[in-house]
């Protein structure tokens, strides 16, 4: 992509309304703009790290065994009704009334929808297991939208239902998605601890939140420190296995880590030596729920088990912040000068500097550095515009590509080009086949 050519408006003035880092990169990016309190434009650049988070969760999710569909984001209020929660959500939920004065709500989750496909389709347990899922926007009217995407009133949500005959069932599929959002979250450069948390108004008994360690999170955690030397790194597992599943929740969830509202001192000092014992703050990146027979109950929700007898399905929730997730990932991942994308969600692979555009061997020279980063099925950005400089380098910095290759005629006499790191700021001088070897 030539800049010349894209859509990348960049603010020279930090936005007085944003409070936090990443929201202040993604407005400066040109990542987002804003169109009502909690509600966002995505422009290019910031649409392109999206789908990129959406990526690696299709992938992950797939590798689980779960398969993807897609509701909608209008939803009857009388489905709602039969599970008591169009009373008991509040003023989180956007209700609408529609021509015919039928009353609708924009989803905030959907626990609902997704029991009645299920309870149209399903009757035997020769169909189960079935985990379901989708990316999906919701709208939840949060009393205090802030901090940009990292707490919106729409928002994009990767919610997954598990629907399986046991509670041994449903428990597996709690920890197939606890390993497939470990996975995940590593893949886009993040920690993210499992901790255990309250159900909050989905309702449940098991639940962990997954949490990215940082000053400006909203929640307060409570950890041993040895949890943050764990990584699931790219081991291989069976998500077949109850064994494998079991032992990696075991391994992530046996040492105290809790939120504010599980939190409790006395256990915290018995089980932590003071030396381990950490308090910080996190942000939220995802949640998982199990249910057991809540929703199939109130709904309905039923299959023959093989015996002659019609039980309620075990059922769980399971949810990433999807767009949160970039203002974490920008909140653990930057500098004084912007952002730094880790590679799995980076919007290019990399940078080109034209130090003088218009000069013919630099232009050329730059062409060619484009094509063969293409060939390689690479996505590279290439500053062709007619700027100083430290002007090209700041915006560069700013939207935070893994690697810069600068390009100006006194390098290129010696048949050099200058490749830079953005997240160690180490530059070497090499010949442009090298540099292009480099980021491959
Ligand atoms: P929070 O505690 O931050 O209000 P939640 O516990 O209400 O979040 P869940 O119902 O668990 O949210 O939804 C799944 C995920 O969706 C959360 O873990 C979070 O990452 C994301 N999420 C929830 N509310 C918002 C929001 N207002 N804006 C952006 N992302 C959100
Ligand atoms: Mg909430
Ligand atoms: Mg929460
Ligand atoms: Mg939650």
Not at 56 to 71: C, D, F, N, V, W
Not at 275 to 298: L, N
Not at 299 to 326: C, E, W, Y
């Amino acid at each position: 992509m030539r800049l010349s050519r894209y859509f990348l408006p960049v603010l020279k003035e930090t936005p007085s309304e944003a409070q936090i880092v990443s929201h202040r990169y993604m407005l400066r990016a040109g990542m987002i703009k804003q169109a009502q309190a909690g509600i966002y434009s995505w422009l290019p650049l910031g649409f392109k790290v999206l789908r990129k988070i959406e990526d690696i969760i299709h992938q992950e999710q797939a590798r689980a065994g779960h398969i993807p569909l897609l509701m909608p984001t209008l939803q009857s209020a009388d489905l709602w009704r039969e599970s008591g929660r169009y009373d008991a959500y509040g003023e989180e939920m956007l209700r609408i009334t529609d021509r015919h004065g039928r009353d609708m709500l924009y989803t905030p989750t959907a626990e609902e929808l997704i029991t009645d496909i299920f309870r149209s389709n399903v009757s035997s347990y020769k169909d189960l297991p079935l985990t379901l899922y989708q990316i999906q926007w919701k709208f939840r009217d949060e009393i205090r939208p802030r901090f940009g995407v990292m707490r919106g009133r729409e928002f994009l949500m990767k919610d997954g239902y598990n629907f399986d005959l046991t509670r041994e069932d449903a428990l597996h599929a709690y920890n197939r998605h606890l390993v497939s959002y470990l996975r995940s979250y590593e893949r886009m450069g993040l920690q993210a601890i499992p901790m255990r948390a309250d159900s909050g108004p989905i309702g449940g008994e098991d639940t962990h939140e997954f949490l990215v360690l940082a000053d400006t999170g909203e929640s307060e955690v409570f950890y041993d420190s040895q949890i943050t030397d764990l990584k699931f790194g790219d081991r291989a597992i069976d998500f077949d296995s109850v064994e494998q599943c079991q032992a990696v929740m075991e391994e992530f969830t046996s040492r105290y880590a809790r939120t504010d509202e599980t939190h409790v001192q006395a256990e915290f000092e018995t089980q932590v030596p003071q030396d381990r014992r950490r308090t910080a703050r996190g942000i939220e990146v995802g949640q998982i729920f199990y249910f057991g027979t809540k929703y199939s109950d109130a709904l309905n929700a039923t299959v023959n088990d093989g015996q002659g007898k019609d039980v309620a399905v075990h059922m769980g929730s399971h949810g990433i912040g999807v767009s949160r997730l970039l203002g974490a990932i920008i909140e653990a991942s930057h500098d004084d000068k912007g952002i730094i994308w880790p590679e799995g969600v980076t919007p290019f692979h990399c940078g080109i500097v034209n130090l003088k555009q218009g000069d013919a061997e630099a232009d050329a020279a730059c062409d060619s550095l484009h094509a063969a980063l293409v060939a390689l099925g690479l996505d590279p950005l290439y500053d062709d515009r007619k700027e100083r400089a430290g002007a090209k380098f700041a915006t560069m910095d700013l939207i935070g590509l893994p690697w810069r290759i600068t390009v100006g005629p006194r390098g290129l006499k010696n048949g050099v080009v200058e490749l830079t790191s953005r997240r160690t700021g180490e530059s070497e001088e090499l010949p442009p086949e090298a540099a292009v070897a480099k980021i491959a």
